[in-house]
């Protein structure tokens, strides 16, 4: 059978992951260990080529065993558990394989860097749990089409889409008041932006420098509902 090699910090209410690996396409972490609730992801977590971090391991298997040791490098599907709070910094940073992760809405920050160099990606849900999204979270995801930011977060980070060559749309909820600088520089394919709000509030948003992206793109205002096709195809 393959294994998930985990990599963990034991706390008195719960389980930080330091390190998880696998040599297989996909990986289930679990919602508890010794009845504990997995809540974070510590920085690097699924980060290919990085060294083990000092801490308790535990395995778990998860199907047959290829022949590759456990590295991420073939990793493309990742489910992470409900009882999750927390994703670090660089936590699946170069996991160049991934095309798919499901983050479930008990998370609340998403950590600087957290998914850059993830090329694959091609779609992520951001929860409305998550308040949070670090600068240059979504760096260099070069096939991810569109994204929804949730109405709990008020500040998109610097960098935090930079260099999406793929990205098509964006929707944005009017509880946004910041953009940050270059937060969509060289997503030369943006095209539309749709905005949970009115023109108003919309020029109200402080946007940073080396945005040309966003603001050059067209801006659909919309104070009540959601949008259908946000890659304007339809």
């Not at 990599?7 to 919602?31: F, G, M, N, Q, Y």
């Not at 779609?123 to 096939?143: N, Q």
């Not at 709000?197 to 402080?206: D, L, P, S, V, Y």
Request: net charge negative.
């Amino acid at each position: 059978e393959s294994e998930l090699l985990l990599t963990v910090k034991r706390k008195a209410d719960s389980i930080v992951i330091l390190r998880a690996l696998s040599a297989d396409k996909s990986a289930v972490l679990p919602e508890t260990l010794w009845g504990l609730p997995v809540t974070e992801l510590e920085h690097h977590a699924f980060a290919p080529n990085r060294p083990m971090t000092e801490g308790e391991t535990v395995r778990i298997a998860c199907g047959p065993m290829p022949a590759e040791q456990p590295d991420n490098s073939r990793l493309e599907d990742v489910a992470l558990p409900s009882t999750l709070r927390r994703i670090g910094n660089y936590a699946f940073y170069n996991c160049t394989a991934l095309t798919s992760i499901t983050i479930p809405d008990s998370v609340t920050s998403i950590g600087n860097s957290a998914f850059y160099w993830c090329v694959y990606l091609t779609g992520i849900t951001i929860p409305d749990s998550v308040t949070s999204i670090g600068d240059s979270a979504f760096t260099c995801c070069d096939s991810l089409t569109s994204i929804t930011i949730p109405d709990s977060v008020t500040s998109i980070s610097n960098y935090a889409f930079y260099c999406c060559k793929s990205l098509t749309g964006i929707t944005i909820p009017d509880s946004v008041i910041s953009i940050g600088s270059s937060a969509f520089l060289e997503c030369d394919k943006l095209k539309n932006v749709y905005f949970i709000g009115t023109e108003e509030q919309w020029n109200k948003i402080c946007i940073g420098s080396q945005n040309s992206s966003l603001t050059s793109a067209t801006i659909h205002f919309k104070p009540e509902g959601v949008y259908g096709d946000i890659n304007g195809d339809g």
